[in-house]
């Protein structure tokens, strides 16, 4: 686990926040912002699991 795994959960927790506060107020903008801050906390994740399979191909060698 590295730094992207840490800011890819804080991003997609803050985005299910505002996703359901935008829903609940129906407030669509903040509701469409939570989902772009999930879809930018799984990229964060993405990056962390291919920098972690870099390393660990890496340190086989």
């Not at 926040?17 to 107020?25: N, P």
């Amino acid at each position: 686990m590295n730094n992207e795994h840490v800011k890819g959960a804080a991003e997609k927790g803050e985005g299910k926040i505002k996703e359901a506060v935008g829903h609940v107020t129906g407030d669509r903008k903040l509701e469409n912002e939570g989902k772009v801050d999930q879809v930018k906390g799984a990229v964060h994740s993405a990056v962390g699991d291919v920098k972690d399979s870099a390393k660990e191909t890496f340190q086989r060698r």
